[in-house]
């Protein structure tokens, strides 16, 4: 699934990102130190997995990262 950067902290490593459905999900510093990336910004495409359903009531992401940087990027 897909979203866009919604907000971003670059000194708690903390976020948002907004659903094309319209709806904002947080995502915490292990998520973000987990994917690679060194930094955001407000309106970026990234990739996100979440735990559970993203439109329930407390669903936070699990993973989040851009294809082809960070956590997915495969090095011959």
């Known amino acids: ?5 919604h ?4 000194e708690s490593r903390t976020g ?3 659903l094309d459905t319209g709806r904002v999900l947080p995502f915490s510093a ?4 987990a994917s690679g990336l060194r930094h955001l910004r407000v309106g970026q495409r990234v990739s996100i997995e979440v735990d559970g359903d ?9 993973r989040l990262w851009i294809v082809g940087i960070g956590a997915d ?3 011959r």
């Open 16 to 18: 948002e990102v907004l």
């Open 73 to 75: 990027e495969v090095i």
């Open 54 to 62: 993203p439109e329930a009531t407390g669903t936070r992401l699990g």
């Open 7 to 10: 907000t971003y902290d670059l």
């Open 1 to 5: 699934m897909q979203a866009s950067v």
């Open 30 to 33: 292990p998520v973000m130190e």
